[in-house]
């Protein structure tokens, strides 16, 4: 099949690459040139595993192509997928102005008739917009052409985005055209050989449905985190609760690690856009409101456990950060809990030694530069120089480097051996065993401030 992408963004450029590997023929389009002759040259801008060489092998083989110009990228496409950005507003909702903007585009230079599909996450009743902003922009122009639409959401995870696009869990199709399903169902099939994985809905449900499942992951985190909090005041382990709650079939064991809160491109975004959505239309989503307003603390948690342990003092102390990213194996620090960290430590006048595995350019070029310029965050090329003459190492992203680390080598780095493990990442009773004074996220008794503090007062 002849197929356009528009927006060359992280979902747009899984989508290109992915359909062109199964033998589909695509051209990308995007507005930004510099990144269109990047990709030409088969350099991707982003760090995903496993999408560059996918990139070059289906440019080489001509399968793949990016420009810069909408009309030559569209003429004989049989769908044309929009996956522009829809960034958050500062109310919250999502700007879905990229979306329309592509959809008026459309419309001004279709010459033949063709599927467009929205991939952009957008709110509810935004393909409804799109399609007739196509339609509208076509009779202007007395064309007589059948353009059906249809919403079909990504479920992509930063990292492992080509492998869940190759091979989805489900594939939702929102759409009232037959025509549409059934090209997209054509499309999709070599995704979905073994099962039938192809849902089709109406095309608002399925715009929610996208909202629904970051919403509800998101809530299970924060509902972790909370439960860790108050774990953590009663003595208990919400590790130990964890694996506990997770052996039950109905809650499962994935999306149920306590940490430094959820960051990332999506769910910070997504469930304020949905609390938004639900505002809009007059109902007061309290528990969203909560889900949201629990990440903020949670963000701030490893901070809290900082001034509990060292008071105000922070002024002057040196501390060691493993993981920038908001999560591992991406560059993305996008609402990343690292930087509110790093905002608090220098606000309160510490310095930062930070390394991340792969996200130190990005890090570079995205964090305040005063940051820098002053001195007070500086990056290390290794793990162990970042916890030099440090008081303590704070874990704030869980790449695998950080799960087993030469704890004697930190140890002697370090100017206090104390680790505050945004993860849960070490087990309390073997950082006893190393010498180290041990802080994990809901360890009630085992590795909270309390416990350790308790420690302390008992060795007077
Ligand atoms: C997410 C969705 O998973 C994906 O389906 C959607 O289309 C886009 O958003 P992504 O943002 O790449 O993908 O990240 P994900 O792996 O889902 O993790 C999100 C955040 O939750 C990370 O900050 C992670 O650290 C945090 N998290 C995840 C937890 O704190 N605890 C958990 O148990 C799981």
Known sequence: MRLTVLGTGYVGLVTGACFAEMGNHVTCVDRDAAKIQRLERGEVPIYEPGLE???AANLRQG???FTTRLAEAVAGAEVIFIAVGTPPRADGSADVEDVLAAARDLGACLDHDAVVVVKSTVPVGTTERVEALITEALSARREILTVDVAFNPEF???????NDFMRPDRVIVGSRSARAIALLRMLYAPFTRNHERLLTMAVRDA???KYAANAMLATRISFMNELATICERLGVDVEQVRV???SDPRIGYSFIYPGCGYGGSCFPKDVRALIRLAQDAGVDAQLLRAVEARNQVQKRALFDKLTARFGQRLAGLRFGLWGLAFKP??????EAPAVTLIAQLIEAGATVSAFDPAAMTAAQATLPREWFEAGRLQLSNDQYDALEDASALLLVTEWKQFRNPDFARMRSAMRLPVIFDGRNQYDPARMAAEGFEYHGIGRGGRGSVEAAA???RAAG
């Open 53 to 55: 060489p996918l990139v």
């Open 63 to 65: 399968r793949l192509r």
């Open 156 to 162: 992509l995870k930063e990292g492992d985005a080509v």
């Open 207 to 209: 715009e929610m449905t």
């Open 244 to 246: 506990g709650i997770g």
């Open 329 to 334: 194996g991406t560059d993305d620090m996008r």
């Open 454 to 456: 308790l420690r302390l």
